[in-house]
């Protein structure tokens, strides 16, 4: 008879290391295999990644190590004013995975820890230390062009399924820009939160032009869409 028991306690190892494979690929691997659920546009770009398998056939452990290419990372962030190529390196079990990604077009870097497993808790901090706001703002309407650069971190934790409901704080060391003809910057290194789809502005004075102006309050993000 089949001892199914030993069959489960027998050990196993090995790695496989996978070439450069479409994103799309592997996307679509992960929601075949129920490995992931997300939904995401179709995205381009490459994966390449080592992955190990150790444990038990009963309870295997696998772990996943690699690097990926993506030409716009908008699809796999709707709604946010995130887009362009990013370069993203990850370590990743069954259960998490560890990320350091590149964001070209914000000439940002970012580091985060996302839960695998519905509905995907993820922390995220963000440093960014001179953001072209021309193109940081390409998709927010605005009444007069904004041209500049600013230096800015943040910090966000929540779900990816219900990013809107997680929590961010935001904090700009300097902001060197123009409204228009305008000049811009700051008089003291600004702070802003959100959370329950609110923006609350905790420190903001701005020089504009030859006037100082302050700022504090809480504005919902509905009025920021229009």
């Not at 027998?10 to 490995?35: K, Y």
């Not at 800015?152 to 935001?170: Q, S, Y």
């Not at 300097?174 to 905790?202: F, K, M, S, T």
């Amino acid at each position: 008879a089949l001892n199914t028991g030993r069959i489960e306690r027998t050990t196993v190892a090995g790695t496989i290391a996978v070439p450069d494979v479409a994103t799309d690929a592997v996307l679509e691997l992960l929601r075949r295999t129920g490995l992931a659920t997300f939904d995401a546009q179709p995205v381009d770009g490459t994966v390449r990644a080592d992955i190990s398998v150790s444990g038990t056939l009963g309870a295997p452990v696998v772990a996943a190590r690699g690097r990926a290419r993506i030409a716009d990372v908008a699809p796999l962030a709707p709604d946010t004013p995130l887009g362009g190529p990013a370069d993203l390196e990850f370590e990743a079990t069954l259960q998490e995975a560890h990320l350091q990604a590149i964001l070209h077009e914000f000439n940002a870097t970012a580091t985060g820890v996302i839960d695998l497993r519905a509905p995907y808790d993820a922390t995220v901090d963000v440093a960014a230390p001179t953001v072209d706001l021309a193109r940081a703002l390409r998709r927010i309407e605005t009444p007069i062009p904004i041209t500049g650069a600013a230096s800015a971190t943040a910090h966000f934790a929540g779900t990816l399924e219900e990013w809107r409901k997680g929590r961010a704080t935001i904090d700009v060391a300097a902001v060197d820009a123009r409204a228009g003809a305008l000049p811009l910057r700051l008089a003291a290194p600004a702070r802003l939160e959100y959370g329950n789809d609110i923006v609350h502005v905790v420190s903001l004075e701005v020089l504009a032009g030859g006037t100082r102006l302050s700022a504090s309050g809480a504005l919902p993000v509905t009025a920021i869409d229009g």
